[in-house]
């Protein structure tokens, strides 16, 4: 009697038990609380999502560079307009019109318009985006949008729309190829950005050339 009392006691303790033990290779492991379980995969889940849109975001930017690439547009230019980009695409990701190749190329588009040196862009434009990974532009201590243009008449506008511009003068826009009296320019000229940079500035000071009100800093988001 005092047998089967035993047998009954062990296969209810047993029965207790297997919900919370699991077995891998052979050995037997206490499973996780269900609640911390279901906490880790919502975590997973949102740095994944998180690391989804931060890629799109990624290859977006290198095509909005690809399209600005040209062999006399330096270094810290790319830099500017990679910092720039980026932070328009943080603030609004719908902002570019990705149909417009004076705007964005894809990979098969820059290799088409540059097949001996597509390789060496992609490098560079790739090195160039890493520099200045979490990098973003701020405006009253949030990353803010700032319009562009290739290139002003001499001199950028204010925008209502953007309490932060100010008009200032870009004068060497002149001496661009893009130069044209009617020039709209409202924030950064990024030809103004090019000239700036070949006379050895680096990318921030072009940037706050245009951006005085502005502060330009890291922020992993």
Known sequence: MKSKILAVVLILIVMAVIPIITIQNGFFFFANNSSDTKDTATENQTQ?????????????????????????????????MAVLFQTDLKADKDCFDLEDKSTYFSEEELKSKHKNSYKEIKEKVTLITESVKNIYIFCNDEISYVPYAQCSSGCTLADENYPGLLSVASPWD????????????????????????????????????????????????
């Open 174 to 221: 002149r001496l661009s190829k893009n130069y044209s009296n009617d020039n709209r320019c409202a924030g950064v000229s990024l030809d103004g950005i090019t000239f700036l940079t070949e006379k050895k500035n680096d990318y921030k000071t072009a940037l706050m050339w245009y951006l005085s009100n502005y502060e330009i800093r890291e922020c992993k988001t």
């Open 48 to 80: 994944a999502h998180t690391e989804e849109k931060d890629d799109d975001n990624t290859e977006i930017l290198r095509g909005l560079l690809y399209a600005k690439y040209s062999d006399d547009v330096t270094d810290e230019a790319l830099k500017a």
